[in-house]
Every structure is written in C-alpha cells, then in structure tokens.
C-alpha cells in the first residue's frame, strides 16, 4: 500500500493481545492504512504468547514488563498521595453505584496495576511529545493513560470504545472501575457507533464534547462464486459464548423443515450447547462447525463458498466488523436489533430483529429472509454499494486519522 502521509510523529498503539494471540483480528486492516500513514508504529499489547502475527515492517512492540517488588514499593510510596485521592473518588462512585463492598479491594488493586504499568512503559510514556497516544478499548489501558496524564508524562491520548468496554449493564453491579478518570483525561472517546456515542451523551453529558464516533471498516469483497445450490446457505461468524447465543441459531434450525446450510466460524465456551441442538435437527439441515481461523482465511471462505444470508443474534453489540464483511460481499443480514446493528441492517441491507426473539420466532424470520431472497428483493450490488459509502476500511481509517489522530 502507498504511503499517503508522513507525520513525524509515532503512534503508539495500546491492544489486548494483538499482534500476539487470537483476537482484535479487525485490526489488521486499521494497521495496514494507519502503517502507511505514521513513520513509525508501536503496539503495546497487554497480553503476549508466542504466537505473533505479521505487522507491517515500520511496525514494532513493547512488551510490558512489571517492575521487580523493589520497585513496585517505591512506586507506591512515590505516589501515595494521588493513589488515594483518586480512590477516594472512586469511592463515592461505588457508593453511588451499590457496587458490592466485597468487590473494592479489587479496584483498589486495579488501580495500584496501572501505577506499576505506567512506570513499566515509563520509556515511551515520558516527554516523548512526537508521540501520539492511542488505546483500541477504553479499558484498564485508558485507566493506565489518564494517570500518565494526569502527571503530565503526556499531553493527552485517543481511545475508542466498542461493545463490552462501553455498556455498563453488561457487568455486575452496572460498574465499570474509573470511568470518570478516563474520560476527564482522555483527548476523545471515539465510539465504533453513533448509538455508542449518544449512550455516552446521556450518561455522562459532563464530558459530551469529548465523544465522537467512527466507524470501523473492512477491505472490499470480491465475490466470486455466485453458483448457489438447492440449499439455503446460512453464515454467522463470531465466538460461542452467552452475549453472541450461537445456540439460538441452532435451537432455531431444529424447528425449520426445509433444506438448510448453516457454517459457523468460531468457537467458544458454550459450544456443548450448540452441540446439543444440532442432534435434535432434522437431517435436511446441514451444519459445519469450523471452528477458529484467521482472518485470511475467513475471506477465502467467503471468495470461494455461495452465501445466501449473513446471522447475528447477539444480546449486546457495538457495530460488528463481521456483519460489515459480510455486506462487503453483498450478502443480506438478518440480526439482533441491538447495539449499532440498525446503522448497517436496513431495508436495503436485511433486517432486522427483536433482541429477545425466541428461537421459534427466529426460525420464521429465517424462513421469511429466504422467501425475500428467492424473489430478489435484496440487490448484492446495492448491499455491496452500501458497505462502500459507510464501512470502507481505506476511508473510514484515514478519516480517523484526520479526525482524532493527527
């Protein structure tokens, strides 16, 4: 790809894991646009294995390394005083929030840990003003930044905000530990939706001005297999576990009678469950079950293989890279109305459901989707010109560059 910019500045990237482990794999496409864009890339992933994925060649890693116990005593005593100041604010919020007492400990714990991160990544953190300081979640990471904020090591940093590190009802007690620190320190808080963005609004409008949205984007598909078969081929692509019910799909399938493919691209903790529905289907419905791969491979998949509908029935949401994908390819969708879903499922590109549909009720929208499909009324090109205008990885990433990174 070639370079369109060269700012002196280096971006510093905070992740989970990536380029390391499973995971953060839509990533990979914002890396290769924003490689082409900053000189010099440095990814600090929280997590490491020895499994690492290939980067662009300007891009490199931090590993993290915690501070001997030595340190770690000084560390504390050197910041004593913040340390409790900021925990006692935290207190009321607690308070406030009816966390359970039982719980505290922890989050003191949590925050004592981005004291000795921060010291860890002191060498890239202090005075280095060429920096651009960006978090992919607003998690423990965006905890990390505000306090190197907060002590004037940096001049400010950019995160987004996604799903699971967004909705607070998707934890115990509707808590997630230090959400004022991070956004009082944070430059922006750029959400993966604008159904994200006006949830941020309206529970914290102390910050309003400082959320934004962008969406995430993928590479252009290139479908190249439009032979379909006599079976309806149904594709969902996410992990296994209680926020995605991929066991909803398949309890849905035991109640249809017609001639059904269905892949599945993932695995997870709650597979026995799926694995137990698909004994009860009829033998016209054909599943396979494929397990994790990377992401490569998920786009042969989808050059190579006749899809005729796109699933998604999670309870929770932020805008899934896997739905835009699937658009990508002109595939229709049929998805959970939850989240930012109704930002790329509409009348042109599927539809929509309730996001407590029974697997009864699933089974006759799945049933209705192949009626509307089998007469046409979803145009590939349509869907795929869509995708185009709103979830194009060169644009949408070069626009947030422009926007929040520059």
């Known amino acids: ?3 369109i910019n060269k700012p002196n500045k280096k971006l510093v990237l905070f992740t989970n894991s990536y380029p390391y482990e499973k995971g953060e794999e839509f990533l990979e496409d914002e890396i290769d646009v924003l490689s082409t864009i900053f000189h010099d890339i440095i990814i600090v992933p929280a997590n490491v294995d020895a499994n690492k994925r290939s980067i662009p060649s300007n891009v490199g890693c931090y590993i993290l390394k915690y ?13 004593i005083f913040i340390l409790f100041k900021l925990f006692a604010q935290e207190i009321k919020v607690i308070v406030s929030k009816q966390v359970k007492i039982s719980k ?8 004592v840990n981005q004291f000795f991160r921060l010291y860890s990544l002191k060498p890239i953190l202090k005075d280095n003003v060429d920096f651009v300081f960006y978090s992919y979640w607003t ?6 930044l505000a306090l190197a904020n907060k002590k004037k090591w940096i001049s400010g940093f950019v995160c987004r905000v996604h799903g699971y590190d967004l909705f607070e009802d998707r934890y115990s007690d509707n808590y997630i530990p230090f959400r004022k620190l991070q956004f009082s320190e944070a430059n922006q808080i750029v959400s993966v939706s604008k159904k994200g963005m006006l949830y941020l609004k309206k529970n914290y409008p102390q910050f309003e001005s400082k959320f934004k949205f962008s969406y995430l984007g993928t590479k252009h598909g290139n479908f190249k297999n439009t032979d379909f078969d006599d079976c309806f081929h149904i594709v969902s692509c996410s992990r296994i576990d209680s926020n995605k019910r991929v066991e909803l799909i398949a309890e849905a399938l035991t109640y249809c009678d017609l001639p059904i493919c269905w892949t599945h691209i993932g695995t997870g903790e709650q597979l026995y469950l799926v694995e137990k529905f698909i004994k009860s289907m009829p033998s016209i419905i054909k599943v396979f079950l494929v397990g994790e791969i990377k ?6 998949f989808y050059e190579s293989n006749s899809v005729h509908l796109f699933l998604n029935v999670s309870k929770s949401e932020g805008l899934p890279v896997s739905v835009m994908e699937a658009i990508s390819y002109g595939i229709p969708v049929l998805a959970t109305n939850v989240g930012g879903m109704d930002e790329i499922v ?14 009864s009720k699933l089974s006759q929208s799945i049933l209705q989707m192949k009626k509307m499909i089998d007469n046409e009324q979803f145009n590939r090109d349509i869907i795929k010109s869509y995708w185009e205008a709103n979830f194009s990885a060169k644009t949408n990433f070069q626009l947030f560059y422009e926007l929040y990174l520059k």
């Open 1 to 3: 790809m070639k370079r």
């Open 104 to 111: 505290t400990y922890k989050i003191f714990l949590l925050l």
């Open 295 to 300: 992401k490569d491979e998920v786009i042969d």
């Open 346 to 359: 509409n009348d042109d590109t599927g539809m929509l459901l309730s996001p407590d549909i029974s697997p």
């Open 67 to 79: 501070p001997s116990s030595t340190k770690k005593i000084y560390i504390l005593f050197a910041n």
């Open 139 to 144: 998690n423990d990471w965006a905890t990390m």
